[in-house]
């Protein structure tokens, strides 16, 4: 399926319930103040959610600029989200 308000009750329930460990972990990880959540699903033919960290609501918009980080700032920030997961 690839729309997400397709999947059975069962199976959404477990994406948020698993998405809010995640978002846990990103907050953890990083100084934002909330994590938001993006559902499109226009570009990629599977069902899934976008977690954004925000500080303000205009965070969440996709017409901004990518945030441009170096690899290993990057890598720093995948690496202390995988330790909180743990």
Do not use: W
């Amino acid at each position: 399926e690839d729309y997400l308000f397709n999947l059975e009750d069962e199976l959404l329930g477990k994406m948020m319930v698993f998405a809010k460990k995640i978002a846990v972990a990103i907050r953890q990880s990083t100084s934002c103040v909330r994590v938001g959540v993006a559902v499109l699903g226009m570009e990629v033919p599977h069902a899934h959610i976008h977690l954004v960290p925000l500080n303000k609501e205009s965070d969440l918009s996709f017409r901004k600029k990518k945030l441009k980080l170096k690899p290993e700032e990057m890598e720093a920030i995948a690496q202390s989200i995988r330790e909180k997961l743990s």
